[in-house]
Nanobody, 117 residues
């Protein structure tokens, strides 16, 4: 069965950095769209960044210039480098894989990112 596992979350001070990683089993990231979503308390889940099988990337306006999504095909992971973190970035971050061939979405369990002021 498909499994996505996030790692790298934690507590950092404003202005700090974290690198999230999503490891996949039974799905190949290079053949699907990988993405990161986040959900803060009392807010809707929102797309943070995504990367297509062709390598194209998209970012939420709120994170442009601060976050970078990448894919490591050899390790079959999708990563999110987060720099200059702000308290508003505090949320549970979820890894997502969308398999267009089968029109299926897969989700990780989430990892908590907390940014203190």
């Amino acid at each position: 069965q498909v499994r996505l596992v996030e790692s790298g979350g934690g507590l950092v001070q404003a202005g700090g950095s974290l690198r999230l990683s999503c490891a996949a089993s039974r799905i190949i990231f290079s053949t699907v769209t990988g993405g990161w979503f986040r959900q803060a308390p009392g807010k809707q889940r929102e797309l943070v960044a995504r990367i297509t099988s062709g390598g194209s990337t998209n970012y939420a306006d709120s994170v442009k210039g601060r976050f970078t999504i990448s894919r490591d095909n050899a390790k079959n992971t999708v990563n999110l480098q987060m720099n200059n973190l702000k308290p508003d970035d505090t949320a549970v971050y979820y890894c997502n894989a969308f398999d267009t061939a089968y029109s299926l979405n897969y989700w990780g369990q989430g990892t908590q990112v907390t940014v203190s002021s």
